[in-house]
């Protein structure tokens, strides 16, 4: 597989972006949702959908003939609490939960982190800085108030997976210990491979670490992979856009260009 570490985005990957996008009737769409559809808030509570996001939305739900998914690190009631009253197929917890095409829900088992989540609220009680985030199936340490401590609460939450039964992501300013059996490319897969989603070209876009088996799922399909924000590290994504304002835009262009 191909790794791009672009710092422009040249104007010939927009043009083949909206090119490869113009079929967007036979698309299948997949969005991450914090730093790809709305921008980051320094408190995850306070991030909320807009009017013209929402209407967005529903404009895509109707070109793709209902194929559009949320794909989020978030759980699901939060997922919909953004997008009230908006209820999209949904993948939440990086895959550990999902609202499939057909609307059936499976939620996560927060038992699953029962032998871990005494041990890292100790941990972050004791770091001044820290926020721990409990999201039942998922327990997810931010530092964005103490980037110092990044390494730290990484090597900490590594004493509980890579293992068969948890492991660890890593994003922008966060640490989360999740299941190890899911992560949103095998949920992207599970999806593409039910109504309304199959036979379609499937388009994620993402913008953190927990994309990138997002990426991987769909570039392996022949589907297309599109990175928001310039990337820290190496992706897979074949496509890059500057910012979630540049993705609105290019998307409103492209549900127009269906009237
Ligand atoms: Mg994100």
Redesign the pocket.
Known sequence: MQSSLATTIPARALDALEASLFAIDQAALFF?????LLDIKPEPDDVICDEDLRALLERLAACSHGAIALVS?RSLADVDRIFSPLKLTTVGLHGAEMRDGRGVERRADPRVMDHARKAVHQFVKSHDGLMLEDKGGTLAVHYRRRPDLGALTLGFLLRFGPGDDLAVQEGKFVVELKPARYDKGSAIAALMAAPPFERRVPVFF???L??ETGFAAVNRIDGISVRIGEPLAPTLARFLLPDSASLRALLWRLTEARQ
């Open positions: 991450d949702v914090d730093g790809t690190g993402g913008d953190d927990t994309d």
